[in-house]
């Protein structure tokens, strides 16, 4: 079965902190994975990815794939208070069906 | 641009009672779903839609129904409320079904839904 597995579930750092939030999955034919960051509405979209090893970068925050063993990671650093969120990674590619698949998300909190 | 719009924003409703949550985008999309978002659970798929005409089950659609009136407009009914389904859904739309590169699922604002 399809499945996405992120980690830590929730995270309190101080202000300046460097985090990495992790997302792993199981999924057949795999096509894209996707960071969302969501606050205190919809998520909003940061990356795709869908080759290893190729770094998407924007600001302070970086994401990179893992295709072999099944894993992205998020970083951010140098956080601050405005990073405070849920931050939500999405797998496409399942056999048959075609259709976003969710982790939890990882509850960031900055601390100033 | 709009993007991605939900109504209502909020409502409460007794249990038994039944409603019905509006989205439409505007962007031309093929693929619209519905999601509940449940502390702890993340973004489960209720039901999608992969393109006009075209309605599927996702991973927890019981108590659920939806009607995708057209290109733009993916509505889900909860025909009899129950507690259980108080959540924040979300609508959310994307090019196609698949994640070719460039394709990526954009949200709606979240409708946050009480029965008591």
């Known amino acids: 079965e399809d499945k996405v597995v992120q980690s830590p579930l929730s995270l309190v750092v101080h202000e300046g902190d460097t985090v990495t939030l992790n997302c792993s999955y199981e999924v057949t034919n795999f096509r894209s994975l996707l960071w969302y960051k969501q606050e205190k509405k919809a998520p909003t979209f940061l990356f795709m990815l869908t080759s290893s090893g190729i770094e998407k970068k924007s600001g302070r925050l970086s994401s990179i794939l893992d295709k072999k063993e099944l894993f992205s990671i998020l970083n951010i650093t140098a956080t601050q208070t405005g990073d405070s969120a849920i931050y939500l990674c999405a797998l496409t590619g399942t056999s048959g069906t075609y259709k976003y698949i969710f982790g939890t998300g990882t509850r960031l909190k900055v601390l100033a | 641009n709009a993007g991605v719009t939900q109504t209502p924003k909020f409502q409460v409703l007794k249990t038994g009672q039944s409603m019905t949550l509006q989205c439409a985008q505007d962007m031309n999309h093929n693929s619209m779903y519905w999601y509940r978002q449940d502390p702890g659970m993340g973004l489960r798929l209720i039901y999608y839609?992969?393109?006009?005409?075209?309605?599927d089950k996702g991973e927890v659609p019981n108590g659920y129904n939806v009607s995708r009136l057209n290109k733009r407009e993916f509505s889900l009914r909860l025909e009899s409320a129950a507690p259980s389904q108080t959540s924040v859904y979300f609508c959310?739309?994307?090019?196609?079904?698949?994640?070719?590169?460039?394709?990526?699922?954009?949200f709606g604002e979240g409708s946050w839904l009480t029965v008591v």
């Open positions: 959310a739309s994307s090019e196609a079904l698949t994640g070719y590169s460039g394709n990526t699922i954009y």
């Open positions: 839609s992969a393109s006009e005409g075209t309605t």
